[in-house]
């Protein structure tokens, strides 16, 4: 500013000295007038985000899962936001960036405090002259890797509950947590906040134990990656280990597992803690809640399925009769100890023994008896003709003449 005052004195006019330096005319005249009062100029101060209040919230949103970007801007309407979408997703773009870098971070967790699951697939089973898949069931303790297994032969809801609660007698205790790969069984989707909607069984079913279920979640593939190199683990060692000596049966396979978990899995320093498994169990199991004698959860099996029109239910590969007034009807098919029950509601309305082999049809006579054959008529009236050969009429020949006679009338 020192500039302006030596142009002053060299005679310029306010105007020239403008022209010359860029400075409004109103701002050299109040400097010439007061120059101890010089302005000073810099970058102007960016304005305030209109998202600017929200973020803390947002940012609360994200750490749950909830990423749409339209489900955040009606939430943030409601609480009278008035700044628009484009403002919300150019935020939250590099937020969705700055999670996918952090998901090469390894994911670690306290004593106790998390357990992973997930399914994964192991091969096949030949069993009566049939194909099935064949699963593997992991748990793995996050701090200890402490390991439990299971193969089975279908990934129902039943089967998952029953290996839970297999590795908490295993290990005596229950974790704070368990995570989940964002498998169905567990989980039926979003509402329209985005929030998880579990299983009701499964819900009730981690209270019962008390336990807090967790998703992995979007944008966060670190929080999963125990799981999956535990399953990887499953498949590279121990089924590589059982070449040239196969099981015959799913029994042996599992009996097989058991002796693999107990000998190898955790007995080994593993390589990421560089720590034996056994060691830091100690830690885990001590931070867990014990069992304590407690009884498994009171689940039934059930399925529910339709009644065919000819009174037999599907279950499993094969057909079990009804007593035929069931036909059309919603029922629950369960196995119950050595049996196959179908109820309808509370009323038990057949039980049989289970198929000897797929594709059976299992049927009871007195299920059958007195069905009424029904009126078959479709509401439309049909007419059915069967083509058959001219019939010719035989007539005498004075038939003839007298026509013939009569000039042909």
């Not at 979007?218 to 000596?245: I, M």
């Not at 339709?306 to 590969?317: M, P």
């Not at 079990?320 to 009807?329: D, E, H, L, N, T």
Request: hydrophobic letters at 35%.
């Amino acid at each position: 500013m020192e500039e302006i005052s030596e142009l002053k004195r060299e005679g310029l006019s306010i105007q020239a000295i403008s022209q010359l330096t860029g400075f409004d005319r109103k701002t050299i005249r109040k400097y010439l007038l007061k120059p101890e009062g010089r302005p000073v100029y810099g970058p102007r101060s960016a304005p305030v985000s209109k998202l600017e209040p929200f973020k803390p919230y947002l940012k609360e949103r994200l750490q749950v899962g909830v990423w749409n970007a339209q489900v955040l801007l009606r939430e943030l309407r409601q609480r009278n936001y008035s700044g628009g979408y484009t403002i919300l997703t150019d935020w939250l773009r590099p937020q969705r960036e700055s999670a996918r870098v952090v998901a090469v971070r390894r994911f670690e967790t306290p004593p106790g405090k998390q357990a992973q699951v997930d399914w994964g697939h192991l091969g096949s089973l030949l069993e009566s002259g049939e194909e099935r898949m064949l699963w593997g069931f992991t748990m793995t303790l996050g701090y200890s890797r402490m390991m439990m297994a299971e193969a089975a032969t279908d990934q129902k809801l039943g089967t998952l509950l029953r290996m839970h609660e297999a590795a908490f007698q295993q290990w005596g205790s229950v974790p704070e947590e368990i995570l989940y790969d964002r498998m169905k069984t567990v989980w039926t989707g979003t509402d329209e906040r985005g929030e998880i909607v579990w299983n009701a069984v499964f819900l009730d079913f981690t209270r019962y134990w008390g336990f807090t279920p967790r998703l992995c979640r979007p944008y966060r593939a670190q929080t999963k990656g125990k799981v999956e190199s535990g399953v990887k683990y499953l498949r590279r060692n121990f089924l590589c280990g059982l070449q040239g000596r196969e099981p015959s049966n799913l029994v042996d396979l599992n009996a097989e597992l058991r002796r693999w978990i107990s000998e190898v899995a955790n007995q080994r320093v593993h390589g990421t803690t560089r720590e034996q498994v056994l060691i830091r169990w100690d830690e885990d199991q001590f931070s867990m809640q014990p069992v304590n004698g407690r009884l498994p959860y009171p689940y039934a099996d059930d399925e529910q399925r339709k009644v065919a029109r000819d009174a037999y239910v599907s279950w499993q590969g094969s057909r079990y009769s009804v007593p035929w007034r069931y036909a059309g009807k919603e029922v629950w098919v369960r196995e119950q100890g050595r049996d196959v029950e179908v109820r309808c509601g509370a009323e038990l309305i057949a039980r049989h023994a289970p198929a000897v082999r797929r594709h059976q049809v299992v049927t009871r006579s007195e299920h059958h008896e007195g069905i009424p054959l029904g009126n078959k008529q479709t509401g439309k009236m049909l007419i059915h003709i069967q083509q058959s050969a001219p019939v010719v009429e035989r007539r005498s020949l004075d038939a003839y003449e007298s026509l013939a006679a009569g000039g042909g009338r």
